[in-house]
């Protein structure tokens, strides 16, 4: 996950949402009986939410229960993996879409392309190595990249995150879900998010984070947290809620809100078997 878009100097790393495209001149011109049945047609086709479950069985297979990656193997079982990028990347969420649809698709589209960009550097200790490989003017991480499209607009990491999840949905668990491939992010799930099940797989991956001592190791008097509660503290203070707040929702151990605060250092390593 990069950071928040504070300044070229604060930290280490972590646009436009694209609309729904319905392309009616595909079709020849109707007779004026059976026009507007076309068109219905034509926009329920291109509105209907993205089937995950190509993403899903593959987590399911490369992904263990502790959220590590065997990039080795799926770097050698691709194709399914390509065809759904091409789904990701030809039909972006439409306005009809839920909520809940929508954040699945871009939480899934972040973590794939994620993955997508790991591959095609892979073998590497760090996500961060790849900044230096690329050789883009303005672009200083990989984050910032604009490598792949969807809808038709070229796009990067740092938009589906910064302009588009946290801009347009405004629900801190987003930081629980989307992974850097790295040690110190939270857990990589070995499944696709969907719709149905977003609000407990978010809850899930919270109380996942937060009570993994190797990320957070939270106290009554004093706590080491993870750097995410300091990079997007303002994200947690929102509507009324507070850091110490968003901790006691998920920690087995609870925190004074006096409690003193320090924050853990972040591990880059690659997040592999």
């Not at 009570?211 to 009324?240: M, R, V």
Request: hydrophobic fraction near 40%; aromatic fraction near 12%; charge should be positive.
């Amino acid at each position: 996950m990069n950071l928040p878009l504070i300044s070229s100097s604060a930290f280490g790393p972590r646009v436009l949402g694209a609309a729904a495209l319905v392309v009616l001149s595909a079709f020849s011109a109707p007779s004026a009986h059976n026009a507007a049945p076309v068109r219905t047609a034509a926009i329920a086709r291109a509105a209907a939410p993205v089937d995950h479950s190509a993403f899903d069985q593959l987590l399911k297979k490369h992904v263990n229960e502790k959220g590590l990656v065997n990039y080795k193997a799926w770097k050698a079982d691709q194709a399914a993996f390509n065809q759904y990028l091409q789904l990701l990347s030809k039909n972006p969420p439409a306005a009809g879409w839920s909520k809940a649809e929508q954040m699945a698709f871009w939480i899934n589209a972040y973590n794939a392309y994620t993955i997508r960009l790991i591959l095609d550097h892979y073998p590497l200790e760090s996500i961060k190595d790849i900044g230096s490989k690329i050789q883009i003017p303005f672009v200083t991480t990989p984050w910032a990249a604009k490598f792949f499209s969807i809808g038709g607009e070229k796009t990067s990491l740092d938009n589906i995150e910064h302009s588009i999840l946290r801009k347009k949905y405004d629900d801190p668990r987003i930081h629980f879900a989307l992974v850097c491939a790295s040690i110190s992010c939270p857990r990589l799930r070995n499944e696709a998010y969907t719709a149905a099940k977003l609000n407990s797989q978010l809850d899930d991956q919270g109380r996942d984070f937060l009570n993994d001592p190797t990320k957070n190791k939270p106290g009554k008097a004093t706590a080491q947290l993870s750097k995410y509660f300091d990079w997007y503290k303002g994200d947690w203070e929102k509507n009324g809620q507070s850091v110490v707040k968003w901790v006691n929702k998920y920690a087995a151990t609870k925190m004074n809100t006096d409690a003193k605060v320090t924050y853990l250092d972040y591990n880059w390593k690659l997040n592999a078997q």
